[in-house]
């Protein structure tokens, strides 16, 4: 037995290719409870070519490994989440010492795989940007699927770049893990004059786009907040000033989705920034079948708030400190 399958690029002895037999090897580990040994006796390779194929069995999304307790707090959490504010809540196990980096780390890493299982052949993604989507992005589970689109749902220029560098590395990572098409928004994320923006609306390339965005299937999201500790990237990459600063303490904002402010009561329509905005308006964003908001971190309980007043989540991916205080 030796590491030749490995060595030839993925095809052991008999020509099968590597994912064959990562599901075969994880079928025997997982299904029939056999020992790497074992396995590597029946797949004719050695143990450490088994290792790696149940670990790439796990990375592709072949393998969901859930843990379920009915001691679980985080169980309580959920259910009670889903009483309340009427959305499909995934808490997080994270404790309390865990530094906000390493938070939103683990809880993209969960979305990642709930993600993985939304998306089907014929989709349409919706994908905002920001430090959670990011993060998404870099643990997404590869799944091959046919006809999809990843289509971005808010413009990511300002006037010191044009964005598409940081949204389109987001954007090319959903569309590598599901093969899917991408289509960009080249936009400014807020136009200077609300008028600029409803002649942009008017273009025949802009409402192309914003057709696409109407029809989406899944829409994915973080919300911005400004007292994060991890810094919501519209506040601190230069896409607002001090006057539109003012402008949304007046107006009581309390946090953004897709660059959408809105208030803790979930009301979003007068705030003066939004006219300039161009994310999807609330209302647009309430159309779409499944809407995938995931936070972390206690300073965004305002944002939460908010946003499930908004009723803009029908699935909501949080940290268990967070959870406990949105129900507390």
């Known amino acids: 037995m030796d590491d030749s399958a490995d060595a030839r690029g993925g095809a052991d002895e008999r020509g099968a290719p590597k994912l064959e037999r990562a599901l075969a090897a994880a079928q025997l580990y997982y299904l029939q409870d056999l020992t790497m040994d074992a396995i590597a006796r029946e797949l004719r390779t050695s143990r450490s070519s088994v290792s790696r194929l149940i670990a790439h069995a796990r990375r592709v999304g072949l393998v969901d490994i859930r843990i379920n307790s009915p001691l679980a707090g985080a169980q309580a959490l959920e259910r009670r989440i889903r009483d309340r504010f009427g959305v499909t809540p995934h808490v997080v196990p994270v404790g309390s010492g865990v530094n906000e980096v390493d938070r939103l780390e683990r809880v993209a890493m969960t979305a990642a795989r709930l993600i993985g299982g939304f998306v089907d052949s014929n989709a349409s993604i919706g994908v905002a940007w920001g430090s959670t989507l990011g993060a998404i992005s870099r643990h997404l589970p590869q799944r091959e699927t046919h006809g999809t689109t990843v289509v971005q749902l808010n413009g990511a220029g300002n006037t010191m ?16 893990a599901f093969s899917a098409d991408v289509q960009q928004f080249p936009v400014p994320a807020f136009f200077d004059d609300p008028a600029t923006k409803e002649a942009m609306w008017r273009e025949r ?36 000033d001090r006057a539109d600063f003012r402008s949304l303490a007046d107006d009581g904002a309390v946090g953004d989705v897709a660059t959408v402010f809105f208030r803790a ?15 999807p308006g609330i209302d647009r964003l309430r159309r779409v079948p499944r809407r995938v908001c995931v936070v972390s971190g206690l300073p965004k309980v305002p944002a939460v708030r908010g946003a499930l007043a908004a009723r803009v989540a029908t699935d909501l991916v949080i940290d268990e400190e967070l959870a406990q205080e949105l129900v507390g």
Not at 161 to 176: D, K, M, N, P
Not at 265 to 279: E, F, P, Q, Y
């Open 205 to 240: 390339s802009t409402r192309r786009v914003l057709g696409i965005q109407d029809r989406i299937d899944v829409a994915i999201f973080g919300l911005g907040s400004p007292s994060a500790d991890v810094p919501s990237r519209v506040y601190v990459g230069g896409y607002l």
């Open 265 to 279: 009561d979930g009301s979003w329509r007068d705030i003066a920034l939004n006219a300039r905005a161009t994310g």
């Open 161 to 176: 770049t044009s964005g598409v560098e940081y949204a389109s590395e987001i954007l090319q990572r959903f569309a590598g």
